[in-house]
């Protein structure tokens, strides 16, 4: 792929069930973007569970048109069994730079009933920066409620969206 003036746009997208984490239930620890935020319920995963890390690692390869993460990392591999996602994030990264292409801009959102993510949205996106190697600036993230309806606004579930802008690396 020629990346000389080339943009490329990504999308990624990843829900989660959430069950009471152990000893009460199945659910791990709630992880976004590699912040630990405090929750009674937990995802229930092959890997961590980062709903944020798959749909922002999923973007930056669909931007490339690379493998998805399901491909790369199956959950039916054992060597992805309690994986960190940051592991996953980096690979996509490290190919998005293979093929020329440096993060522009992110714009992700989380969706959840609870925990109120409120304030730790700028904490999550600078980790994510950090792990990125970019500026927070280019991290951006939002975070709603479902309304209280369907399994996500019933506090089950936690999704994800991430859309991704890549550009020529400098
Ligand atoms: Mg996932």
């Known amino acids: 792929m020629d990346a000389s003036n080339t943009l490329r746009i990504g999308h990624g997208y990843d829900l989660h069930r959430l069950e009471p984490v152990a000893p009460d239930g199945p ?10 935020v405090p929750h009674d319920r937990g995802p229930v995963s092959h890997s961590d569970g980062d709903v944020l890390m798959h749909a922002v690692t999923d973007a930056l390869l669909g931007a490339i048109g690379a493998p998805d993460i399901g491909d790369l990392f199956p959950d039916s591999s054992e060597a ?18 293979a093929s020329g292409f440096d993060i522009v801009n992110m714009d992700l959102t989380v969706i959840c009933e609870r925990p109120k993510l409120m304030e730790y949205k700028d904490l999550i996106a600078s980790e994510l920066a950090r792990l990125l190697g970019c500026d927070s600036s280019r991290v951006n993230l939002k975070a709603k409620t479902h309304e209280r309806v369907d399994a996500v606004g019933e506090g089950r579930a936690v999704e994800a969206h991430a859309v991704v802008l890549l550009g020529p690396k400098s």
């Open 80 to 97: 992805c069994r309690d994986a960190e996602s940051s592991r996953f994030l980096l690979e996509a990264q490290r190919r998005i730079q």
């Open 27 to 36: 659910g791990r620890p709630f992880v976004l973007g590699g912040v630990q």
